[in-house]
């Protein structure tokens, strides 16, 4: 299961651009290399190609685990192919006319995997907006599109579900389209007052931190002030994280 691949392409993405001395061409080769023979495995395997023509999320992720590795192999129009089928094909059926992801809605945790799908969508769409494409306002046969399926999503009680999961989609969400209105900051402030000091809102901005103290750069009741100092000096990188920012998965 490598549905976190993006992250292993967005971390390899800034040190093979920001020509990092401690990924050197040897390594850079190494990883390139076994990534195209996974590719090779991946588009024509049995058990691979059951997970592309899926439907609900394990579809999803395969797409975003496939243009992972292609970026990584340095297949740019592989990637970009890969982005562009996905958004035509089954992405065109997930979302129905009110937000609803039929194709999760139906499971035994609906809740999860409402959020779960939805990660698996933006990681796509940000994929593709690396790759110079944009899918963020691409709606599917229904009319809705990736915005509608959160916005139906933070309507929907977790139930016995860990709630928690919509907070990350959610953010990426209001950084992607705007919170003009602060009904996503609004939300996570109300559920989560920590939620500035999550990673998931380094990684999704621009976005408000509410006024919150855990908006505050170190916060934290348990780290020092040397620690905290850290935290500061860590900001400093965001900028370049943030410009190729592949992926939200967890």
């Known amino acids: 299961d490598l549905k976190c691949m993006a992250k292993v392409a967005n971390a390899i993405l800034i040190l ?66 890969t982005i ?12 129905t006319a009110t937000g609803e992801q039929a194709c999760t809605s139906l499971s035994t945790r609906p809740y999860h995997y409402r959020a779960y799908n939805l990660i698996a969508m933006m990681t796509n769409a940000r994929i593709g ?4 494409l944009n899918f ?10 990736i915005k509608d399926a ?8 977790p139930g016995d579900e ?4 919509l907070y990350q989609p959610m953010a990426g969400v ?16 109300n559920v989560d007052p920590k939620y500035p000091s999550a990673p998931y ?13 855990a908006a505050r750069p170190g916060f934290s009741p348990k780290r020092d002030s040397a620690q905290r100092s850290k935290v500061r000096d860590g900001m400093i990188l965001l900028p370049l994280a943030a410009a190729v920012g592949l992926g939200w998965v967890w």
């Open 201 to 213: 809102f380094l990684w999704c901005q621009p976005f408000s931190e509410s006024g919150l103290a």
């Open 136 to 145: 963020w306002n691409w709606t599917g046969y229904a009319g809705a599109g």
């Open 16 to 81: 093979r651009n920001g020509n990092s001395a401690f990924w050197t061409q040897d390594l850079d080769d190494a990883m390139a290399n076994w990534c195209t023979r996974f590719i090779g495995w991946f588009t024509s395997y049995w058990i691979a190609l059951e997970e592309a023509a899926a439907k609900n999320n394990h579809g999803s992720y395969y797409y975003a685990q496939l243009a992972s590795h292609q970026l990584i192999a340095n297949d740019i129009e592989g990637a970009r192919a």
């Open 129 to 132: 907006e690396y790759l110079g």
């Open 84 to 95: 562009e089928t996905y958004f035509n094909t089954i992405y065109m059926n997930q979302i």
């Open 174 to 189: 209001a950084a992607q389209y705007g919170d003009p209105d602060g009904k996503y900051a609004s939300f996570l402030a």
């Open 150 to 157: 959160l916005d139906l999503a933070m309507t929907i009680p």
């Open 162 to 165: 860990i709630a928690s999961e």
